[in-house]
């Protein structure tokens, strides 16, 4: 990756960091309440599911796959938790309820992969399925109530704070970081790349795509699960429609951040770009006081860029392409 | 008599019911640099493929050094030494070139945990200046030169110490130049013992590099000669066959009047100043090596591709460049080479496809009668002899030979004026063969101009009326069906020089 100053204006990274950058100056221009400690931690802390399950999502659109399943995916989870901790129901101590929903999302992340990969259906279908499936699902097995009685351990995990920093943002940063260096720095990171970049080339040079994209929807489950860990604990009670809509939040993050939904392109950092600026178009919207109508309104943004990301990149490729001579 | 570096034994591979190669064996000592020549399809490829262990093949061994070779894992094949240059790009373009020359083979450090990227990118820049390549390894390999390209992809091969290495058309996108380099590069490993397969369609490279050569046909061993016993001739004339009964069937059927002109059609880096007329019930073949921009050219034709200069002309209308649908008014017909993913509607019923390009002659006030439809359809699948069990199964279930049917039946039904086939036999079976040689005879005869593509040399015999050559984008001559042979068709499309 050669670091020039016309590689760098090309980048979708730096693209979008000025666009946040831009958009924050304004803002913080009219309302300086904005920028405010208080108002940015509660950015970070909304910002925060999506950027852990963001870096399982990066690497599955690496491979050239997708994941639709995820809004659905934290509610089932959420409801698991809920179900196996809460006082009124299971009751089993927060380390066991921890395990419990980690293992849950492993495995259902595992499924997708091995309906993907093994049953070779195409991924929209099955995390389609997948997304329909499990809000069902979720409403059966919380039975029409709100669980409440979730153990204070749990409740600490979406509450808490250390060092003044609230726990769903150190998880976040870790998360990140750890994604960011096995992206990076790694063999495996690598080999998703070259997947997604080339998959005839992949099985020629000797990597196993059915393994990689095991892990890849395994890892995005996993993540699901511990972003529901601190995502949803942060209110008393769980109620059936956790996640309606996370899993647009996170997709359109991810491919505003540049990655490719064909594959082989996009970066963790792009991806924390991206979810950052769409939780600053969710915090503007509140600030311009639009009562009920920001809910659409951040719908409608949210569709836009999708839009117009997957557009530039389509451009940009059939521009380069354009310019290979053959 | 010590047994051979490499001994492949008695491979045999089937891909959906074509027979790839049958029984081919084949021994190479160390050192020996072995030349692997054949016509396209001849299964040059598959046993590549068989080798680096991306195929398996049904039956059959191979052994390094004496050593059973694990068939069919491409990680066993690079643990016994094998490393191979694909013809097909093999090269990750998001990735960076250091990483295209690792990737599956990460120099790691930590435990093996972390990349070595600087190990890697020094290791890269030593290759690259041993391959005279002067461009940074950290550049992506997507905005490389396909030269540069191919030079990574040799890299990368080199990176691994191979025992074997087996190069599957390694100059076709090299200069003059490159292909020194590569060619020092090549003895140079021979001289340290290293084995060489090196395919080419350039017969003077394997005349030049190759101690051994060994010609497939049809996916069977023709011979083993050493090269100092043979001649380009010779050679060509073991690729081709000398037992083929040129079985000419189809009684010519041209009549006046030129239906399709093309004039100087020339797109840069593809085609240049093609120029052929094609009369009414004509077939005229337009023949030569895969790449050579037989396909490029009828793309161009049909109006997939735009064009840098020239005229299409069909019945003395001119049509317009990049325009299908012009095309098509014009009355020209396109039966695409990959029929399952472009000329075929697959999950459709039989009769769907059958009249898919006449639903308006089928159809009264813009409802298509049932009736109508049906007798087209039962009278098209008892005319080609389409084996389904009625007109209403999904045409994906008929066997290969038997979806081209119903795609050129689709095509009788229209009566185009032109009506251009792309590799119309490929990939069926031999007794389809002649009922699809049948079908465009009977196109023909209806008055049809047909413009035949096909690196099948028995099939543009057979079948055509006049033969048109290409050579890297232009044509490289022209023969009428009485004088031409597979040997004068063969150098005429095969490249003269080494590059």
């Known amino acids: 990756m050669t670091v020039s100053f016309r590689n760098l204006a090309a980048r979708r990274e730096t693209g979008v960091a000025v666009l946040l950058g831009l958009t924050v100056a304004v803002v913080a221009g009219l309302n300086p309440a904005f920028v405010s400690g208080a108002n940015i931690r509660d950015m970070l802390v909304q910002c925060a599911p999506a950027a852990i399950v963001g870096c399982g999502l990066t690497f599955v659109l690496l491979t050239g796959e997708i994941d639709i399943s995820l809004g659905s995916m934290m509610g089932f989870l959420a409801a698991v938790m809920g179900l196996a901790t809460s006082s009124q129901y299971g009751n089993l101590p927060a380390p066991a309820g921890i395990a419990i929903t980690l293992a849950a999302g492993t495995a259902i992340g595992l499924l997708n992969g091995v309906l993907v990969s093994v049953g070779r259906v195409p991924s929209i279908i099955v995390t389609l399925g997948m997304l329909t499936a499990l809000r069902g699902l979720t409403e059966l097995i919380m039975g029409g109530k709100w669980i409440s009685g979730i153990p204070p351990g749990l409740r600490y995990l979406g509450t808490g704070t250390v060092i003044g920093v609230p726990i769903s943002i150190w998880v976040a940063a870790v998360t990140v970081v750890l994604a960011w260096l096995f992206a990076r720095e790694t063999p495996a990171g690598r080999r998703i790349y070259a997947l997604g970049s080339n998959p005839k080339a992949a099985v020629l040079a000797g990597l196993s795509p059915t393994r990689i994209k095991l892990f890849v929807f395994a890892l995005t489950g996993f993540l699901v699960a511990v972003a529901t860990l601190v995502g949803t604990t942060q209110l008393s009670v769980i109620e059936s429609g956790i996640g309606v809509g996370f899993e647009m939040v996170v997709v359109t993050s991810v491919v505003v951040g540049g990655a490719s939904i064909n594959g082989g392109k996009g970066t963790i950092l792009g991806m924390l770009l991206g979810v950052i600026l769409l939780g600053i178009v969710r915090t503007v919207l509140i600030f311009l006081n639009l009562g009920e109508t920001s809910v659409y309104w951040e719908r409608a943004i949210q569709g836009a860029f999708i839009l117009v990301a997957v557009l530039m990149d389509h451009l940009a490729s059939r521009r380069k392409s354009a310019e290979v001579p053959t | ?499």
């Not at chain 2, 229209?414 to 007794?431: K, N, Q, W």
Request: glycine share 10%; charged share 25%; proline share 4%.
């Open chain 2, 1 to 499: 008599m010590n047994t051979p570096f490499l001994d492949i034994n008695n491979i045999s591979k089937t891909f959906g019911g074509v027979r790839a190669l049958t029984n081919v064996s084949l021994s190479i000592e160390s050192g020996e640099i072995h030349g692997l020549c054949g016509e396209n399809g001849a299964g040059k490829s598959t046993l590549i493929k068989v080798l680096g262990g991306s195929v398996r093949p049904e039956t059959g061994s191979v052994t390094i050094n004496g050593q059973p070779l694990p068939l069919g894992s491409v990680p066993a094949s690079e643990e016994a030494g094998i490393a191979i240059i694909h013809q097909e790009s093999a090269a990750f373009p998001h990735l960076d070139t250091y990483d295209n020359v690792f990737v599956g083979r990460e120099i790691r450090r930590f435990g093996g945990v972390v990349l070595d990227r600087a190990r890697m990118k020094t290791e890269t820049a030593t290759l690259l200046a041993r391959l005279e390549q002067r461009f940074d390894p950290r550049t992506p390999v997507g905005d490389l030169q396909p030269a540069q390209r191919q030079m990574v992809a040799i890299a990368r091969a080199l990176s691994r110490n191979c025992r074997l290495m087996v190069m599957d058309e390694p100059t076709a996108s090299l200069s003059t130049r490159e292909t020194g380099v590569l060619f020092r590069i090549i003895r140079q490993l021979k001289a340290d013992g290293v084995s060489v397969i090196y395919v080419s369609h350039r017969l003077e490279e394997v005349f030049e590099l190759a101690d051994r050569v060994t010609v497939l046909r049809d996916g069977r061993k023709v011979d083993t000669v050493p090269t100092n016993a043979i001649d380009r001739a010779g050679l060509i004339r073991l690729m081709v066959g000398r037992d083929v009964s040129d079985a000419r069937t189809r009684e010519p059927s041209v009549r006046a009047g030129v239906v399709l002109d093309v004039d100087g059609l020339t797109r840069a880096d593809a085609f240049t100043g093609i120029s052929f007329q094609v009369r009414a019930g004509e077939v005229v073949a337009l023949t030569g090596l895969v790449g050579a921009g037989r396909s490029e050219v009828a793309r161009a034709i049909f109006g997939v591709d735009g064009r840098d200069s020239g005229t299409v002309t069909v019945n003395g209308r001119t049509l317009i460049p990049a325009d299908i649908q012009a095309a098509v008014q014009a009355g020209i017909a396109l039966v695409p080479e990959d029929r399952q993913r472009s000329g075929l509607a697959a999950p459709m019923s039989v009769k769907a496809n059958l009249s898919l390009a006449v639903l308006k002659s089928l159809a009264r006030v813009g409802i298509i009668s049932d009736a109508k439809e049906d007798a087209l359809a039962v009278s098209m699948m008892n005319r080609m002899a389409i084996k389904a069990e009625n007109t209403e199964v999904a045409a994906e279930t008929l066997s290969g030979g038997n979806q081209q049917k119903v795609v050129l039946g689709k095509w009788l039904a229209a009566s185009p004026r032109v009506l251009i086939l792309d590799e119309p036999t490929r990939g069926i079976d031999v007794g389809a063969k002649a009922e699809v040689y049948d079908l465009i005879g009977k196109l023909a005869d209806g008055g049809t101009a047909i413009l035949l593509i096909s690196s099948e040399l028995p099939e543009v015999l057979r079948l055509s009326d006049r033969i048109i050559v290409m050579r890297s984008g232009r044509i490289s001559g022209e023969l009428p069906r009485e004088e031409a042979t597979q040997e004068r068709i063969l150098s005429l499309a095969m490249p003269e020089g080494a590059a």
